[in-house]
């Protein structure tokens, strides 16, 4: 007697009134069926798989031509709820942010700041994901790379805020880091930040920025303020404060390398 090969169920005898009109060497093949719904289900699963995967390459193919200024790489991809600790509160508030997100008219972004390693990169991969699945179109973008590409494209800054203005969501990583953003060179690179948040802003439509800057309602304390600040004025932090919610991700950091994954690579 056949068995499933999933739950070992016994195969049980085909009642189909029309089975002795087939030809004898198919009715061999179904005189007994399954008596659960187990190959139901794994070509469920089958099919699942296959349109995750299609998906997973609709949307890489999409960013691909931002490639140069986005940090969205194989590893920001796979960054996803399920595979996520829930349990920290600026998690579940990213999870039900992106969900609001496909059911609010009016939308409001997002500033995660906290340490380096927290997982700031993570929530807002999640969200990303989360988002280009059901179809909304999202940018990430590097601001480092993004001004390498201004000196190197004429038309790179035209293009991007038409991009910035037009995309669902416009996501800002590790905003404050660039290479060489001091008080001394905050100028041509400050006014290209406010141009980029200004037109974002002016779109009317959400943006989300993780940082490792400190921030705080004070604007004498806050790191946006001290970084940004050109003539006594807090353009981009103001900016900022009207578009952003401010969510701090707390505690240890989880780079480095798991003992976990290395004994496993081991044994």
Known sequence: MMKCKYCNKDYVR??????????????????????????????????????????????????????????????????????????????????????????????????????????????????????????????????????????????TEKIVLKQAEDCDLLIIDDFGTEKGLDKSQTGWRGEKIYNLIDARYRSEKPLIISTNLNFSEDEIRCELSEKFSTQGKNRIRDRIVDMCFPMEVTGRSRRGMKQEAFIEFML
């Open 14 to 155: 085909n009642k189909n009134r029309y089975l002795e009109l087939f030809p004898e060497s198919l009715r061999k093949n179904v005189e007994y069926i399954p008596a659960c719904d187990c190959l139901e289900k794994e070509k469920e699963r089958e099919m699942e798989e296959l349109e995750r995967k299609r998906v997973h390459e609709c949307i890489k193919n999409k960013v691909k031509k931002y490639e140069e200024i986005s940090v969205i790489d194989n590893k920001f991809l796979e960054s996803r709820f399920e595979n996520a600790d829930m349990s920290s509160k600026y998690m579940q508030l990213g999870k039900k942010y992106a969900e609001n997100f496909l059911k609010k008219d009016k939308q409001i972004g997002l500033l995660f700041y906290g340490g380096v390693g927290t997982g700031k990169t993570f929530a807002t991969a999640c969200i990303a994901n989360y988002l280009m699945e059901k179809g909304k179109t999202v940018l990430v973008m590097n601001l480092g790379l993004y001004f390498n590409k201004l000196t190197e494209w004429g038309d």
